[in-house]
Each structure stands twice: as structure tokens, then as C-alpha cells.
């Protein structure tokens, strides 16, 4: 009895410094990685001045974005798509769920390509310029439903349950921070440029700032306010680590992104990767499983690598090779080399990049939502077991209901 109990304790002090580096980079990888490159902008601007760091840093992360920005919008075409006839007229779904696909799946990219279709057939910075600002309202919804979405994902996983009232609370923190970040800061409408092309923002007048602040500000102290309640009443706050991807990505990727001119260019890169590592965890456990009986299907690794590949393909074609190709042939092919419309030398790349982002917020309300069935894999434990007993009970409250966005 003796031994055994010497050899379950020595096992678990053995796998505390691997959790303990898993974490780590879980954190790093989920945002942390941000509070390591804010120091580091500060020192390249100290030390080469602001010119000369942020063109390293704009070169760096163009060429960077090939393997990351790129390929995180191509995979979600590949998780999306899979298995489409099923998903859209079969039993996959259930018919709420359903009706979301077949809205993201079919209808968005129709109006899509039919808003481009119109803006290039005319060509029309105006038409183009309302698509492009549609992009930048929602990316902020974009992106505070996947904060919100590592915080409770990654909390299940450390068995860690948020109540009704406190979901609606870390939800009510990530709508006014993306209603504040969009109102922010106030325009009286100004031409702007956006890959090529030259259009007039919407105004956005002081008092709609002054306002979404408050809010945002509001849901800051009833979201510590949830927290510290949480403590007083049952000693329990949902992990660090989820907690702190959570608050980088509302505070420093959406509300205040503009804090530090060469970060500007990084938190994209930034966001990608948080995206991507939820994908890796994803279809890695589901890979495990189909690995094993009774299917006993291709290697984790391979089918992994053929996913990673396909979403560098992917992501090349759609946001460099395609686009080029066509702002080749058919405008500057055709003009002598320079520009014949109001749209610039790259309206293709300005279509083809705006309804890829617009396309991917909306398939990513569908296929990361807990009613799809396949978010289960989230909640898998780890190889090693890191995700606790209790995890599946935690993030499904009892109703067999994921967390995620």
C-alpha cells in the first residue's frame, strides 16, 4: 500500500511541471504572447525609431500573414463545408441550427458576391466603401465572441462552470466593448483608404463615444462586481489563464488595438493564432478518435498536416494568388498599367479580401456555436488528462450544452 501510494504521488508531482508548461503555452498562444510583444514594440522604437521598426514589423507580419492570417481564414471554409450536404438537408443539424448554416452557407456569400459584382460592374468606391465598413463593424463582434469563447471553452476544460448570470455578464462586457471600440474613436466622416480603395466613412458623432463608453465602463464593474461575488460566495474565479486571454482580447485586441502603433499590425497575426489553436484542439481530438476503433482511420499527424496544408493552399489562393491574377488581367492588363476607376489598382483584392472576412464571421457563428454537436471535441481531456473530471459537466451545465461562442 505503502508503494503504491509512493509511486501515484511521485507520478503526480512529475506531470505538474508538464501541466504547468502546457498551460503556459496555452496562455501564449491563446493572448498572453501580447503582454510579451507590447515591451518588445517599445524597445524596437527605442532603438531604431518609429520609421524604421515599423516597416520591419509591416514587412515581417505581409509575408508572416501567408502562414497565419491567411490560412485562419481558409480553414474555416474547410471545417464548414465538410460534410455540407448532411449538415444542410440531413440530420446533422437540428433545424435552428440548420437554418443558421444554411443562411452563412448559402445566403451571406450570395449577397456577397452579388454587393461585389455591383461595386466592380460600376465602378463604385461608395458601393464598395459601404462593404468594407460593414467588415469593420462586425469584426469587433468578430472578435469579442472569440474572447468569449476562451474563457468559457477553457475554464470547462479546468472543470470551472460559469452560472447563467454570469455568462450573460462576460457577455454583456464583450457587446459594449465592441459597441465602444466601433464608435471609437468619434469621426465626423472622412475619406479613408482601405486596399485601394478611397470611400467616406460613416460618422460617428462624440456623444455616441461618450455614451458606448459609459457602457463598456458599466459592464467592466458589473463583470469584477460577478467575480467578486463568485469568490465571496463560493471561493471560486474561473482559471487565470482563460481569464486573462479573455480580457487581453477585449481591452487590448478590440477596445484600445490602437494603443501602440506597431502592435497595430501584430494583433491580427495575434488573433489568428488564438483561432487556429482552437481548430488544432478541435480536429486533433477528433482525429484521435476516428484513429481508433471501430473506424481506425488515418493518423492524427497526417490528417492534421493534410488540414494545415490545404488552409495554406487555401488561403494563398483566395487572398493572394486569385486576387492578383484577376487585378492583373483585368484591371491594370487593361489600362496601361494604371488605374481606370475610382476603386484603384486592387478592387478584386479589395472584393475578394472583404467578402472572405465578412463570410468567415458568419460561418464562425455557425460551426462554433454550442449547438453544433462537433464542439464536444473542446471539451475532450488531453492525452495526459489535463482537462479534469468534471470538464464535460462544467461546460454543458447539466444540459449537454458546450460553451462555446
Request: hydrophobic share 50%; charged share 15%.
Amino acid at each position: 500500500m505503502t508503494t503504491v501510494s509512493v509511486t501515484l504521488t511521485g507520478a503526480a508531482a512529475a506531470s505538474r511541471p508538464a501541466a504547468f508548461r502546457a498551460h503556459l503555452i496555452e496562455f501564449l498562444l491563446v493572448g498572453g504572447a501580447t503582454l510579451v510583444l507590447f515591451p518588445l514594440a517599445w524597445l524596437a522604437r527605442e532603438a531604431a525609431g518609429l520609421g524604421a521598426s515599423e516597416l520591419a514589423v509591416g514587412f515581417l507580419t505581409f509575408h508572416a500573414a501567408s502562414v497565419i492570417n491567411d490560412p485562419h481564414f481558409a480553414v474555416t471554409y474547410l471545417l464548414f463545408y465538410r460534410d455540407a450536404r448532411r449538415r444542410a438537408f440531413g440530420d446533422a443539424f437540428a433545424p435552428m441550427q440548420r437554418a443558421r448554416y444554411l443562411v452563412a452557407g448559402v445566403l451571406v456569400p450570395l449577397a456577397l458576391v452579388a454587393w461585389s459584382v455591383a461595386a466592380l460592374a460600376t465602378g463604385s468606391a461608395r458601393t464598395m466603401g459601404f462593404m468594407i465598413q460593414l467588415m469593420f463593424l462586425l469584426v469587433g463582434w468578430h472578435y469579442v465572441k472569440q474572447g468569449f469563447g476562451v474563457l468559457t471553452v477553457l475554464s470547462a476544460r479546468r472543470g470551472f462552470r460559469f452560472t447563467p448570470l454570469e455568462r450573460k455578464v462576460v457577455l454583456a462586457h464583450c457587446f459594449a466593448g465592441w459597441a465602444y471600440a466601433w464608435a471609437s474613436p468619434a469621426d465626423p466622416g472622412r475619406e479613408v483608404a482601405e486596399k485601394g480603395v478611397i470611400y467616406t466613412s460613416f460618422a460617428h458623432p462624440p456623444g455616441i463615444e461618450v455614451v458606448t463608453g459609459a457602457v463598456f465602463g458599466l459592464s467592466a464593474l458589473a463583470l469584477i462586481a460577478a467575480l467578486v461575488r463568485a469568490w465571496r460566495a463560493e471561493r471560486r474565479i474561473p482559471p487565470l489563464g482563460p481569464l486573462a486571454g479573455f480580457l487581453i482580447t477585449i481591452w487590448l485586441w478590440t477596445v484600445y488595438s490602437s494603443l501602440d502603433r506597431l502592435m497595430m499590425y501584430v494583433i491580427p497575426a495575434l488573433h489568428s493564432v488564438q483561432y487556429l489553436y482552437f481548430v488544432w484542439l478541435l480536429t486533433r481530438n477528433e482525429a484521435r478518435e476516428a484513429e481508433g476503433p471501430p473506424s481506425f482511420g488515418r493518423p492524427t499527424g497526417l490528417r492534421l498536416g493534410i488540414l494545415a496544408a490545404s488552409a495554406i493552399g487555401l488561403g494563398w489562393v483566395l487572398l493572394r494568388g486569385a486576387p492578383a491574377l484577376l487585378d492583373g488581367a483585368l484591371v491594370l492588363g487593361t489600362s496601361g498599367g494604371e488605374a481606370a476607376t475610382d476603386l484603384g489598382d486592387t478592387p478584386y483584392l479589395a472584393a475578394i479580401y472583404v467578402s472572405v472576412n465578412i463570410h468567415h464571421y458568419f460561418m464562425d457563428n455557425v460551426i462554433w456555436r454550442r449547438e453544433n454537436p462537433g464542439t464536444r471535441y473542446l471539451l475532450k481531456p488531453d492525452a495526459q488528462g489535463s482537462a479534469p473530471a468534471g470538464a464535460s459537466a462544467a461546460a454543458t451545465g447539466g444540459s449537454g450544452r458546450s460553451s462555446c461562442t
